[in-house]
């Protein structure tokens, strides 16, 4: 065996690795170098190198003086192939899935935590009900009932004509026209089903390292609750994330030395929920064939009741029904019986309940369409089928679950407020609304272009309409009420930036003493864009406005809709002119945007299954959403740090464990919320080999304030405890990074450094002779601040560790684990 490497006086090997935020980057912009090659992943996620530090560790020598650059890039996670362009249909599941992060911080209060797990999970199940009644309003009621049943609609579509009541054909016949219609929101389900399925297999499948406890071992008192089982089920099962969130506290564990007590973005089982996703898709895809039955059987059960048919035959229909709701009750039983568990790794798949439940609810759906295929002589299709009492108490339950889960969120922020958490511990109600109304205007919008659609031909010779549920009409009418609602609060921020920027202006003119060469224009235009990014700030007030604005006028909506049994338009006929006429045309003005909505949405996702930028676009919006991992929806977009974080894990492992050198991981924008989330899950041996360096950071003002129970003051403070060294920058122009506000404590300075000049330099010098731009969230690096924290960093960490060279080990694979590509 040939001798130890020795150490050079540097302090030995050191490897940066950099992991970019949001939009992606290229290895070759990350590396500032055209020549890269992946050392080790795949083309979804990889860690790359340039060509020319490939066998860096051989030749410690050579980089005594800088680090090892390594890239790794993440962004194909949320931004690969053209099928990403169909998560936009789950735009509401991925914010209903937000609403479960953001609770505030809880201890000792498992039993209102868990309660608040299961209000969420309640909402995002009224999701599917919803998306799937929506379809079953636009294939069942619209197409099959309305328009199939009417002879100009019909005759005008051709693809219609067998269906068409007056040609009386096998499939004119009213129920045979629904069973057929129902394979539309059956096949919309099984999608779902199918993607969840698909990210399921490709992200949760990921799992973790399991070095830092003993396998199999879990750390004492820190039970994760979430079920709605009882306390010693809950320790048994481990039951979900919503957690104490406490840190910073030693705990001895069985014999063994002590350890430390992690977070929860630092438990074994965080980035692994394999399980409760396998759970909730089972239930949801219940969810979704149950609603179909339920719009079958209703239909076809009302029209058996008002016949004289006596029998086994009139039994059907109820006994139907009533199996629609007792699985339905089943599902509700799964979804608030059992949350994530994170304690440990649990491998466990409930293959009977993921295979027996959907599979019960789609037998139920074919044996109800084949009871509504019955041959009924005599029934027609009048009028629309009943979906105002269903749409209806629907947005009621909403509502109802929405303001309970403020309720709880009050009780659990109430033992200690900290004054920057957002709308006060209300932010995740706040956001639950919000996907609530996302889901209306989708489900809505398409409803309503549907009908606008086939209505022509009735509207053109005067038959019957085809028209939506009236409280879809409601809903539309009041979108218009809404922007206006908005115009206050965005001109009052308007002002307030503009009044900011005025009085910035002294403040820059003093950060650059500039008292020989003061340029009005270009103090404006720095002070101008610091005012801007502090907008950012503000975001909760809009939130806070257009989801309390959505709750009350949802409720305004229903009580119009059940009140007057007509559409806006028609309801107020016998009030003033004025009134009648806002009326009107709220319903056209409300009616319009909804369908211009629709056809937006339509033509974005369009593009962005053709168009790879397009879909890079889209992929910012899944780089923030769906960090988290699927807790309350499982058709959500998948959860991309259930991947991103384990490669981090498993490379700052292996490097560190094979060259025993010293590592900082660089985080830019999101990048350093994943690497933070990396650093947490570390085993002790390789933290004190770690520094941190995060820049144009979101840690403490977006999730710091979002996720308080996560990213609040105390697990920020426990990071910096954990890891071995950790520094910050910021800039006052950055409307997304900023600083983490960890001050010096136990010995340790703050993590913050001065706020960055943007731009680096005012005017003309000789080192800047032509003027610098205002950089705000992007390159950092530039600055020269930049590489002087990180030498610093690595300056803190150990001198890196002898260690034995195999004999086996070739140039081509160093430690860096190359592989092809």
Same mark, same amino acid.
Do not use: K
């Given at each position: 065996?040939?001798?130890?490497?020795?150490?050079?006086?540097?302090?030995?090997?050191?490897?940066?690795?950099?992991?970019?935020?949001?939009?992606?980057?290229?290895?070759?912009?990350?590396?500032?170098?055209?020549?890269?090659?992946?050392?080790?992943?795949?083309?979804?996620?990889?860690?790359?190198?340039?060509?020319?530090?490939?066998?860096?560790?051989?030749?410690?020598?050579?980089?005594?003086?800088?680090?090892?650059?390594?890239?790794?890039?993440?962004?194909?996670?949320?931004?690969?192939?053209?099928?990403?362009?169909?998560?936009?249909?789950?735009?509401?599941?991925?914010?209903?899935?937000? !609403?479960?992060?953001?609770?505030?911080?809880?201890?000792?209060?498992?039993?209102?935590?868990?309660?608040?797990?299961?209000?969420?999970?309640?909402?995002?199940?009224?999701?599917?009900?919803?998306?799937?009644?929506?379809?079953?309003?636009?294939?069942?009621?619209?197409?099959?009932?309305?328009?199939?049943?009417?002879?100009?609609?019909?005759?005008?579509?051709?693809?219609?004509?067998?269906?068409?009541?007056?040609?009386?054909?096998?499939?004119?016949?009213?129920?045979?026209?629904?069973?057929?219609?129902?394979?539309?929101?059956?096949?919309?389900?099984?999608?779902?089903?199918?993607?969840?399925?698909?990210?399921?297999?490709?992200?949760?499948?990921?799992?973790?390292?399991?070095?830092?406890?003993?396998?199999?071992?879990?750390?004492?008192?820190?039970?994760?609750?979430?079920?709605?089982?009882?306390?010693?089920?809950?320790?048994?099962?481990?039951?979900?994330?919503?957690?104490?969130?406490?840190?910073?506290?030693?705990?001895?564990?069985?014999?063994?030395?002590?350890?430390?007590?992690?977070?929860?973005?630092?438990?074994?089982?965080?980035?692994?929920?394999?399980?409760?996703?396998?759970?909730?898709?089972?239930?949801?895809?219940?969810?979704?064939?149950?609603?179909?039955?339920?719009?079958?059987?209703?239909?076809?059960?009302?029209?058996?009741?008002?016949?004289?048919?006596?029998?086994?035959?009139?039994?059907?229909?109820?006994?139907?029904?009533?199996?629609?709701?007792?699985?339905?009750?089943?599902?509700?039983?799964?979804?608030?019986?059992?949350?994530?568990?994170?304690?440990?790794?649990?491998?466990?798949?409930?293959?009977?309940?993921?295979?027996?439940?959907?599979?019960?609810?789609?037998?139920?759906?074919?044996?109800?369409?084949?009871?509504?295929?019955?041959?009924?002589?005599?029934?027609?299709?009048?009028?629309?089928?009943?979906?105002?009492?269903?749409?209806?108490?629907?947005?009621?339950?909403?509502?109802?679950?929405?303001?309970?889960?403020?309720?709880?969120?009050?009780?659990?922020?109430?033992?200690?407020?900290?004054?920057?958490?957002?709308?006060?511990?209300?932010?995740?109600? !706040?956001?639950?609304?919000?996907?609530?109304?996302?889901?209306?205007?989708?489900?809505?919008?398409?409803?309503?272009?549907?009908?606008?659609?086939?209505?022509?031909?009735?509207?053109?010779?005067?038959?019957?309409?085809?028209?939506?549920?009236?409280?879809?009409?409601?809903?539309?009418?009041?979108?218009?009420?809404?922007?206006?609602?908005?115009?206050?609060?965005?001109?009052?921020?308007?002002?307030?930036?503009?009044?900011?920027?005025?009085?910035?202006?002294?403040?820059?003119?003093?950060?650059?003493?500039?008292?020989?060469?003061?340029?009005?224009?270009?103090?404006?235009?720095?002070?101008?864009?610091?005012?801007?990014?502090?907008?950012?700030?503000?975001?909760?007030?809009?939130?806070?406005?257009?989801?309390?604005?959505?709750?009350?006028?949802?409720?305004?909506?229903?009580?119009?809709?059940?009140?007057?049994?007509?559409?806006?338009?028609?309801?107020?006929?016998?009030?003033?002119?004025?009134?009648?006429?806002?009326?009107?045309?709220?319903?056209?003005?409300?009616?319009?945007?909804?369908?211009?909505?629709?056809?937006?949405?339509?033509?974005?996702?369009?593009?962005?299954?053709?168009?790879?930028?397009?879909?890079?676009?889209?992929?910012?919006?899944?780089?923030?959403?769906?960090?988290?991992?699927?807790?309350?929806?499982?058709?959500?977009?998948?959860?991309?740090?259930?991947?991103?974080?384990?490669?981090?894990?498993?490379?700052?492992?292996?490097?560190?464990?094979?060259?025993?050198?010293?590592?900082?991981?660089?985080?830019?924008?999101?990048?350093?919320?994943?690497?933070?989330?990396?650093?947490?899950?570390?085993?002790?041996?390789?933290?004190?080999?770690?520094?941190?360096?995060?820049?144009?950071?979101?840690?403490?003002?977006?999730?710091?304030?979002?996720?308080?129970?996560?990213?609040?003051?105390?697990?920020?403070?426990?990071?910096?405890?954990?890891?071995?060294?950790?520094?910050?920058?910021?800039?006052?122009?950055?409307?997304?990074?900023?600083?983490?506000?960890?001050?010096?404590?136990?010995?340790?300075?703050?993590?913050?450094?001065?706020?960055?000049?943007?731009?680096?330099?005012?005017?003309?010098?000789?080192?800047?002779?032509?003027?610098?731009?205002?950089?705000?969230?992007?390159?950092?690096?530039?600055?020269?601040?930049?590489?002087?924290?990180?030498?610093?960093?690595?300056?803190?960490?150990?001198?890196?560790?002898?260690?034995?060279?195999?004999?086996?080990?070739?140039?081509?694979?160093?430690?860096?684990?190359?592989?092809?590509?």
């Amino acid at each position: 065996m040939s001798p130890a490497t020795p150490a050079p006086e540097s302090g030995g090997a050191a490897l940066e690795l950099l992991v970019h935020g949001v939009g992606g980057a290229t290895p070759q912009d990350m590396l500032d170098d055209p020549r890269t090659v992946r050392i080790t992943g795949d083309r979804t996620a990889a860690v790359y190198r340039r060509a020319e530090d490939l066998d860096a560790e051989i030749h410690p020598q050579r980089y005594a003086a800088r680090p090892i650059p390594e890239a790794y890039c993440w962004s194909n996670l949320t931004s690969g192939d053209g099928a990403r362009a169909l998560w936009l249909l789950l735009l509401p599941f991925m914010v209903v899935n937000l !609403a479960h992060w953001m609770r505030p911080p809880a201890r000792g209060r498992r039993g209102t935590v868990r309660l608040y797990g299961v209000l969420v999970r309640l909402v995002a199940l009224t999701l599917t009900v919803l998306l799937t009644a929506a379809a079953c309003e636009v294939a069942l009621d619209l197409t099959a009932w309305q328009c199939a049943g009417t002879a100009a609609c019909a005759d005008t579509y051709p693809w219609l004509g067998f269906l068409s009541a007056d040609r009386g054909g096998w499939w004119s016949a009213p129920g045979r026209r629904l069973a057929l219609a129902a394979l539309v929101p059956a096949a919309l389900v099984g999608l779902l089903w199918y993607l969840s399925n698909r990210t399921w297999s490709a992200y949760e499948a990921q799992r973790p390292p399991t070095g830092y406890d003993a396998p199999g071992t879990e750390t004492p008192g820190t039970e994760t609750p979430g079920t709605a089982a009882t306390a010693t089920a809950a320790t048994r099962t481990a039951a979900t994330a919503s957690d104490t969130a406490t840190t910073g506290i030693t705990a001895q564990e069985g014999g063994q030395d002590p350890v430390e007590r992690r977070p929860a973005l630092g438990r074994p089982g965080f980035w692994y929920g394999r399980r409760l996703v396998a759970r909730l898709r089972a239930a949801h895809t219940a969810a979704g064939f149950l609603t179909v039955s339920a719009a079958l059987a209703t239909a076809t059960a009302r029209h058996d009741a008002t016949t004289s048919g006596t029998g086994s035959g009139a039994a059907v229909g109820p006994a139907l029904q009533a199996a629609v709701v007792a699985l339905s009750v089943l599902v509700v039983w799964v979804v608030c019986r059992r949350g994530r568990s994170e304690r440990r790794l649990d491998l466990c798949v409930e293959r009977a309940l993921v295979t027996w439940l959907p599979g019960a609810s789609l037998a139920l759906l074919v044996i109800t369409a084949l009871y509504a295929g019955w041959s009924r002589p005599g029934w027609t299709s009048t009028g629309t089928l009943p979906g105002d009492v269903f749409f209806g108490a629907l947005t009621l339950a909403q509502g109802g679950l929405v303001v309970a889960l403020g309720v709880v969120a009050l009780l659990l922020q109430r033992p200690g407020r900290n004054p920057r958490t957002a709308l006060r511990g209300l932010g995740g109600p !706040a956001v639950a609304m919000l996907a609530c109304a996302l889901a209306g205007v989708m489900s809505g919008g398409v409803a309503q272009r549907v009908a606008d659609w086939l209505d022509g031909p009735g509207a053109a010779h005067g038959g019957p309409r085809i028209a939506p549920p009236v409280l879809l009409s409601w809903q539309a009418s009041v979108i218009p009420v809404l922007l206006l609602l908005l115009l206050a609060p965005a001109a009052l921020l308007a002002v307030r930036t503009a009044l900011a920027a005025r009085r910035l202006r002294t403040t820059v003119e003093a950060d650059y003493d500039t008292a020989d060469e003061r340029d009005p224009v270009r103090t404006g235009q720095i002070a101008s864009g610091r005012a801007r990014a502090a907008l950012t700030d503000s975001a909760p007030v809009l939130v806070g406005v257009v989801s309390g604005a959505t709750l009350l006028l949802g409720a305004v909506s229903v009580a119009g809709a059940w009140t007057s049994g007509n559409v806006p338009g028609r309801a107020f006929d016998g009030a003033h002119p004025a009134v009648a006429s806002l009326a009107s045309a709220a319903q056209a003005l409300g009616s319009w945007m909804i369908g211009f909505g629709f056809l937006l949405f339509v033509t974005w996702g369009r593009r962005a299954y053709r168009d790879a930028s397009a879909r890079r676009t889209i992929g910012i919006l899944w780089d923030v959403g769906t960090f988290w991992p699927r807790a309350a929806h499982p058709f959500a977009p998948p959860c991309y740090a259930e991947r991103a974080v384990p490669d981090l894990i498993w490379r700052m492992n292996s490097w560190t464990g094979s060259t025993g050198g010293r590592l900082v991981i660089s985080g830019h924008s999101q990048g350093s919320v994943l690497a933070a989330a990396a650093v947490w899950q570390l085993p002790p041996a390789t933290r004190r080999r770690v520094a941190l360096l995060t820049y144009g950071s979101p840690l403490e003002r977006l999730y710091g304030r979002w996720f308080p129970a996560y990213f609040g003051p105390h697990a920020l403070r426990s990071l910096n405890r954990t890891v071995h060294c950790w520094n910050n920058l910021y800039r006052a122009t950055d409307p997304i990074g900023g600083p983490v506000r960890v001050p010096a404590e136990d010995g340790r300075p703050a993590v913050d450094a001065a706020v960055l000049l943007d731009p680096v330099a005012y005017g003309r010098t000789r080192r800047h002779p032509l003027p610098e731009p205002i950089l705000g969230h992007s390159d950092y690096q530039a600055d020269p601040t930049f590489a002087l924290r990180r030498t610093a960093l690595l300056d803190q960490l150990l001198p890196a560790m002898p260690r034995q060279r195999d004999p086996n080990e070739t140039a081509d694979q160093g430690s860096s684990g190359r592989s092809s590509g």
